[in-house]
């Protein structure tokens, strides 16, 4: 009668070709996982600007994105007016809070430029104006780990405009370039 099963030699052979699989793989795996930590960073910030640039509209109102140094940002607006135009709903009910990078084992640096900005001021029309503070308004958000080699992301605010870019491709055509 004939047993079923593995041998011993088959069962190590099988276990030394997986684990020399997963040391492989180790590297691109902590890669996918800072790439996808330095996105889900930028994303959280890119909804920020986006919110206070859709409020603004939404409300004919200057609204404010303030950046923390503590990871968080705010939007609110820069006169807080209740109910002004008496359309029953208050013109900036209370400030919106958020979170710009993704909990994990990583620490996300996000670099302002200029340097020392802190905030952008959004009008009515969703343009960017001048901070009532007198305050650089920011222009450039440059997300990236501060260890690894994961890629580097950037959100350009320009006019009335807010969108992501990858500042290490330069192909011509290539919806990714900053411009």
């Keep these: 009668m004939r047993a079923y ?3 011993l030699v088959e069962l190590v052979v099988t276990l030394t070709i997986l684990t020399i699989l997963l040391a492989m793989a180790a590297p691109s795996f902590r890669e996918m996982l800072l790439n996808f930590q330095i996105r889900s960073a930028a994303e959280g910030l890119n909804t920020g600007l986006q ?7 939404r409300r004919n109102v200057n609204v404010v994105f303030t950046l923390s140094s ?3 940002w705010t939007v609110g607006c820069q006169v807080v ?4 135009d008496n359309d029953g709903v208050e013109d900036c009910p209370e400030v919106i809070q958020g979170k710009q990078s993704a909990e994990g084992a990583v620490s ?15 009008n009515g029309l969703g343009r960017v104006t001048f901070n009532n503070d007198g305050s650089n308004v920011m222009r450039q958000l440059d997300i990236a780990a501060n ?4 890629r580097n992301l950037r959100i ?3 006019g009335g405009s807010v969108h992501f870019c990858d500042p290490s491709i ?4 290539d919806p990714r370039v900053c411009a």
Excluded: C, M
């Excluded at 919110?51 to 509209?57: K, P």
């Excluded at 007016?81 to 002004?84: I, L, N, T």
């Excluded at 640096?109 to 900005?117: F, L, R, T, W």
């Excluded at 260890?147 to 994961?150: A, F, K, L, Q, W």
């Design 70 to 72: 503590n990871a968080t």
């Design 156 to 158: 350009l605010i320009r």
């Design 5 to 7: 099963g593995f041998t």
């Design 81 to 84: 007016v209740a109910d002004a």
């Design 147 to 150: 260890e690894g080699n994961g």
């Design 108 to 122: 996300i640096n996000v670099e302002v430029v200029p340097a020392g900005a802190h905030s952008v001021t959004f």
């Design 170 to 173: 330069s192909t011509v055509g």
């Design 51 to 57: 919110i206070a640039r859709a409020e603004a509209i």
